[in-house]
């Protein structure tokens, strides 16, 4: 008894194969066509269903003077160039114990694999990005590639640690899995990686207040595409998306992951986004920004009365310099310690 599952494609089969062949009648039996179909195309079918998001293979074999090693997680491959086996140690540790988290945040289960390249200075990880960043970036996530770029001189001697970086990007490759690569406005993809990277300091809380006092903050209607080129401009849109994301998801963490399954259902932001928090985007933006007005008046006129401000300023300063001191001896560490890998072809 042939099941009925197979009996529309059976029928095709034979019908074609008697066209093909000449034949009057169709002459493949029915058990040969469902055996056929089940050990020949079924197998095919599961294959080509399998997670579609993974990393381009071609772009990074096609880098040149890098090694490569397999993160123990199974998640990840790090590139690095030479004297960098250290620091892509370090990185495959952070990746690998931040992924878990970061996925179960967004509702994600399971991860498809994703290249991690450190370029060891800046016109390196230029190349990576083929200058699509502007000049204060740092880092990338490339989410239709599913690679993560990272520029080690830059890094290593910014006010933000490491992991922190990591997890930035992280956040923006796994929510592109979790969507299945679906569109999402600028200020909601790096609010959620900053959220997911606790990057948020008071430094930040301190030039949110200021900006909503001067009235200079920014639409979410602007924060659609690429952020401003302008270090200053880019660190305020970057700082109201993340208030803007604090605020959508005030209801509670599991808001995140049913958004992201509407996401992925639809591929429709504008739609995932009413079923998911009961408004239109529009309608939230502007009482995020009128919230924003209501909270941050008052706060940023005393913040910006010295000797406070000054105070807040000098701490600010004290706290790069010593993120810079340590960064530095870490380097000259991990030099000395470092070894020269094999090189793969």
Known sequence: MIHPIYRPAIFLMRTAASMLFGRPKPFIRPRTAALFLTVVLLPAVLFSAGPAASYDRKFVEDLDGYYARSAECGTYIIYYADRGERLAAEIEKMACRSAGEIAAGIGLEDISPVAIIIAPDTPSFRRLHGGQLPEWGEAFGDSRRMIIGIDASRVLFSGRPLETVV???????????????????????????????????????????????????????????????????????????????????????????????????????????????????????GRFAATMRSRYRKTALFLSISPYGLTLSVMFLLAYFIKRSRSRRRIEQWESEDTEPPMLH
């Open 167 to 285: 997890r930035h990007e992280l956040s923006h490759v796994l929510l592109a899995q979790r969507t299945a690569g679906a569109h999402c406005p600028s200020w909601f993809v790096e609010g959620i990686a900053m959220r997911q990277s606790r990057e948020w300091t008071l430094r930040d809380q301190w030039h949110l207040a200021l900006t909503v006092w001067r009235e200079d903050m920014p639409r979410l209607e602007d924060l659609r595409g690429r952020f401003p080129k302008s270090a200053g401009k880019a660190a305020m849109a970057y700082r109201v998306s993340y208030a803007a994301v604090n605020e959508l998801l005030a209801g509670g963490e599991r808001d995140l992951i049913t958004f992201t399954a509407f996401l992925r259902d639809t591929g429709d932001f504008e739609k995932a986004f009413t079923l998911t928090f009961g408004e239109m985007v529009g309608e939230f933006s």
